[in-house]
């Protein structure tokens, strides 16, 4: 069965960074879109950033604009999103999805393939 583990979550204060990370466990997923969503207490879960298969195209939530960038190694079958400039409200389980099309992440923001979370904790 096909596994996405996060890491890379933590706490940490207003203004710093943290990079997650997400590992694949089929060689398969280089040709998957992939995307990272999150969801805070009592919200919906909402798409922060999303990379295509070959990283030619890339898609970022406004506010996360200028301070998150998503990357990829397809040897490693991993994705990253880096995230600086951290803010209270950016508190949330981060998940890690896959998907074949980029455009179903995007648009319809689903996905076949989905990780556990990893918290990611930023105090004022």
């Known amino acids: 069965q096909v596994q996405l583990v996060e890491s890379g979550g933590g706490l940490v204060q207003a203004g710093g960074s943290l990079r997650l990370s997400c590992a694949a466990s089929?060689?398969?997923?280089?040709?998957?879109?992939k995307g990272w969503f999150r969801q805070a207490p009592g919200k919906e879960r909402e798409l922060v950033a999303v990379i295509s298969s070959s990283a030619s195209s890339t898609y970022y939530e406004d506010s996360v604009k200028g301070r998150f960038t998503i990357a990829r190694d397809n040897a490693k079958n991993t994705v990253y999103l880096q995230m600086n400039s951290l803010k209270p409200e950016d508190t949330a389980v981060y998940y890690c999805?896959?998907?074949?099309?980029?455009?179903?992440?995007?648009?319809?923001?689903?996905?076949?393939?989905w990780g556990q979370g990893t918290q990611v904790t930023v105090s004022s």
């Open positions: 089929a060689s398969t997923f280089s040709r998957y879109a």
């Open positions: 999805a896959a998907d074949e099309h980029f455009g179903r992440i995007v648009i319809n923001q689903a996905a076949d393939y």
